[in-house]
């Protein structure tokens, strides 16, 4: 008898040590490919703006940061089916997908603009992109702007599940042009040699309710204590400065502040 209780009391020991270690773990679901947000290197690591914040949250949070890969569109699903635990992954916060999840506070912003051949003469507007075949990302807030605004005037909105794909086809004429989020279109793309001979063409689109307030972490409904804990280390990192070096780093000179 004193032997199987011993064994039972090992048994709750053990629980509560796992238990102890899943509240000090977090785990951060993204899609590695939307550099300057999130990318791997060479070598096959993680980096980026998202990663370095994620890092930083989890480090003001007393946390141990990990990642889970899934494609951007999977990323809902995913953390609902408990696959990870918080979306880490220049995900805006938008009425349709409240509706989903929850988030916790904005912790970033960036402008929304069209990507184009610099001699096209395009415009970010139904009238100048009418017959226009333009790519989005799928899942995104673009592709929600771009479907919303434009699909309905005649413009193609084509729907990738990778943003890379979505380069290559705007390089070999399959596509006039895309919409994206201006630092990841740069760094992305028109930083690289494949993005010669194009550019951002006129201002950054607007649309509050489907642009979204901002972009944060994705949390499961109802997960009220990782929000709050989340929350006061976004407190801490924006204190600190940290988001606004990293911003300096990846972005460059865009301005990142939550409006």
């Not at 699909?151 to 729907?159: E, L």
Request: charged share 20%; hydrophobic share 40%; with cysteine.
């Amino acid at each position: 008898m004193k032997s199987l209780k011993t064994l039972i009391a090992a048994g709750c020991l053990l629980a509560a040590g796992s238990t102890l270690a899943a509240e000090n773990t977090m785990r951060f679901g993204l899609e590695a490919l939307y550099p300057p947000f999130e990318s791997k290197s060479a070598s096959g690591k993680l980096e980026g703006f998202d990663i370095d914040l994620g890092n930083a949250v989890c480090a003001a949070a007393q946390l141990k940061c990990s990642w889970v890969e899934t494609s951007f569109d999977s990323l809902i699903p995913a953390l609902k089916a408990r696959k990870f635990d918080a979306i880490n992954s220049a995900m805006n916060v938008t009425e349709q997908r409240r509706q989903a999840i929850d988030f916790t506070d904005s912790i970033y912003q960036v402008p929304n603009r069209l990507i184009a051949r610099t001699d096209s003469g395009l415009m970010p507007n139904a009238t100048s992109l009418a017959g226009k075949h333009i790519g989005v990302l799928q899942g995104s807030i673009q592709e929600t702007y771009a479907k919303a605004h434009w699909a309905p005037q005649g413009v193609d909105v084509v729907s990738y599940q990778d943003q890379n794909q979505v380069y290559l086809d705007l390089t070999a004429g399959r596509l006039d042009a895309t919409l994206v989020m201006a630092p990841s279109g740069q760094s992305g793309f028109l930083a690289h040699p494949d993005g010669k001979g194009f550019a951002f063409v006129g201002d950054a689109v607007s649309d509050d309710k489907i642009l979204g307030e901002g972009i944060a972490f994705g949390l499961r409904k109802g997960d009220d204590a990782l929000k709050k804990k989340l929350n006061e280390a976004i407190v801490k990192v924006k204190q600190q400065g940290t988001v606004g070096e990293l911003a300096k780093k990846y972005f460059g000179d865009i301005d990142v502040t939550v409006k």
